[in-house]
């Protein structure tokens, strides 16, 4: 297993600015997730965070709206940019360990967006 | 790319009944399919996982069951209990470097 630190847990922002979402992991890990979660509805991918190179995004999803980085294998950023209301969601840092398959979760970060 | 339909999306049960969820899978090449609790306000758990080389998996009250063949899998809770209650997420995945694909989830009640 894994135990992972996402902070903030929550904020609430105006719209036209950008949050920053960290997430920490206390040991090396393969593969690292960014999903969101909106209210009520599943899990969708945003991309996968490539330490050391640019993050695999979902159709959908923009690097200049989500910029993500990964700089070594225990640490990966989520910036959600130019945020408006439609960006209100539920973050999720999730990890690997070893294969892609057994998903770790980090506690998510609840945003509201103004 | 994979898609994952996952039905009921809202089911209600008596304490002490039992829970059905089932799950269908469109790549035929995935081997491996998690399922996942979320509690009101809490992270995704991982709660039981099968692979596709076995047809049944048991743990307590909880199993899962594949079919390959029809591209399915169900999540069975028997002897509900209240602590149940939650959503639960079905996934599919070719292991590889492929992320889960999830399905919408399930909104399980029980009553006492």
């Known amino acids: 297993s894994a135990v992972i630190s996402q902070k903030p847990s929550r904020d609430i922002c105006q719209r036209g600015t950008s949050l920053t979402i960290q997430c920490q992991v206390d040991?090396?890990?393969?593969?690292m997730f960014w999903y969101r979660q909106q209210p009520g509805q599943s899990l969708t991918l945003i991309a996968t965070a490539n330490q050391g190179s640019e993050a695999t995004y979902e159709s959908g999803f923009v690097i200049d709206k989500f910029p993500i980085s990964r700089p070594n294998l225990t640490f990966s950023t989520l910036t959600v940019s130019n945020m408006s209301p439609e960006d209100s969601s539920i973050y999720l840092c999730?990890?690997?360990?070893?294969?892609?398959?057994?998903?770790?979760f980090g506690s998510g970060t609840q945003l509201s967006v103004l | 790319g994979e898609n994952v339909e996952q039905h009921p999306s809202t089911l209600s049960v008596q304490e002490g009944d039992s829970a059905v969820i089932k799950c269908t899978y469109s790549?035929?090449?995935?081997?491996?399919f998690p399922w996942y609790k979320q509690e009101l306000g809490k992270r995704p758990q991982l709660i039981i996982d099968i692979r596709s080389n076995v047809g049944e998996k048991k743990d307590q009250r909880i199993a899962v069951t594949l079919n390959k063949t029809a591209k399915h899998f169900s999540l069975h809770i028997t002897e509900t209990q209240p602590e149940d209650s939650a959503v639960y997420f079905c996934a599919a995945i070719y292991s590889g470097n492929t992320p889960l694909v999830f399905g919408k989830g399930t909104r399980l009640s029980v009553i006492a």
């Open positions: 999730s990890v690997a360990v070893a294969t892609n398959e057994k998903l770790f």
């Open positions: 790549d035929s090449a995935s081997n491996y």
């Open positions: 040991s090396q890990v393969t593969m």
